[in-house]
């Protein structure tokens, strides 16, 4: 049986996508990407997807299906970006999308 789906992960469809179009979309979310995905929970990879998609369904249903394939890329493009030039670049967490929406951005460099 899978959990239910974070108030939060709710609350953000219908900011990003509408009341109209949230419901639809929860299902699509739900019935495409399973519980039990490598690499995190299903709460972090809605998560990172819908971050990802910015209200917009052609990008959701793309990092959708990046998340099928590998999890660890919607993670990566959604939690981190690269600083400094060159050979100097480092990886920073930007997002820990464990945390709910609103909890999971780095404001301080203390994630």
Same mark, same amino acid.
């Given at each position: 049986?899978?959990?239910?789906?974070?108030?939060?992960?709710?609350?953000?469809?219908?900011?990003?996508?509408?009341?109209?179009? #949230?419901?639809?979309? &929860?299902?699509? $979310?739900?019935?495409? !990407?399973?519980?039990? =995905?490598?690499?995190?929970?299903?709460?972090?990879?809605?998560?990172?997807?819908?971050?990802? #998609?910015?209200?917009? &369904?052609?990008? $959701?249903?793309?990092? !959708?299906?990046?998340? =099928?394939?590998?999890?660890?890329?919607?993670?990566?493009?959604?939690?981190?970006?690269?600083?400094?030039?060159?050979?100097?670049?480092? $990886?920073?967490?930007?997002?820990?999308?464990? =945390?709910?929406?609103?909890?999971?951005?780095?404001?301080?460099?203390?994630?």
């Amino acid at each position: 049986m899978t959990s239910p789906v974070p108030t939060d992960i709710i609350q953000r469809i219908t900011q990003d996508f509408g009341d109209e179009s #949230a419901s639809v979309i &929860l299902a699509n $979310l739900i019935s495409r !990407i399973p519980d039990g =995905l490598p690499n995190g929970t299903r709460p972090r990879h809605l998560r990172c997807v819908i971050h990802l #998609a910015e209200g917009d &369904l052609e990008k $959701l249903n793309h990092y !959708i299906e990046i998340c =099928l394939r590998d999890t660890r890329d919607v993670m990566y493009a959604a939690e981190y970006r690269q600083t400094g030039p060159g050979f100097g670049t480092k $990886l920073e967490r930007i997002h820990d999308f464990n =945390l709910p929406f609103g909890e999971s951005t780095n404001h301080d460099g203390s994630l």
